[in-house]
């Protein structure tokens, strides 16, 4: 079993900035991809930022130049550098670890922006 540990997320300001980490353990034989979503009230979980084994990484328009994910191999960690933060990015944001024959996910942490 795979498990995800999620933290950095909190309450900041308009323009500001966060770092959120997640930590993978368990039996993680090949990783493929690790990656960021989010889902706000009343809205579909979305795809933030995702970057693969080959460290191929894929950002959601809305987050481009803003936004910045990078991974740990040998901490099996995963990070989501947030800048520049907007009330719209406010959100429940969800870690995900994509194995060859699986797909893990993290509890949750809340991205609250106020203006």
């Known amino acids: 079993q795979v498990q995800l540990v999620e933290s950095g997320g909190g309450l900041v300001q308009l323009g500001g900035s966060l770092r959120l980490s997640c930590a993978a353990s368990?039996?993680?034989?090949?990783?493929?991809?690790m990656g960021w979503y989010r889902q706000a009230p009343g809205k579909q979980r979305e795809l933030v930022a995702l970057i693969t084994s080959d460290i191929i990484t894929k950002y959601a328009d809305s987050v481009k130049g803003r936004f910045t994910i990078s991974r740990d191999n040998a901490k099996n960690t995963v990070y989501l550098q947030m800048n520049s933060l907007k009330p719209e990015d406010t959100a429940v944001y969800y870690c995900?670890?994509?194995?060859?024959?699986?797909?893990?996910w993290g509890q949750g942490t809340q991205v609250t922006v106020s203006s």
């Open positions: 368990g039996s993680i034989l090949s990783i493929s991809a």
């Open positions: 995900n670890l994509v194995t060859m024959s699986s797909s893990y």
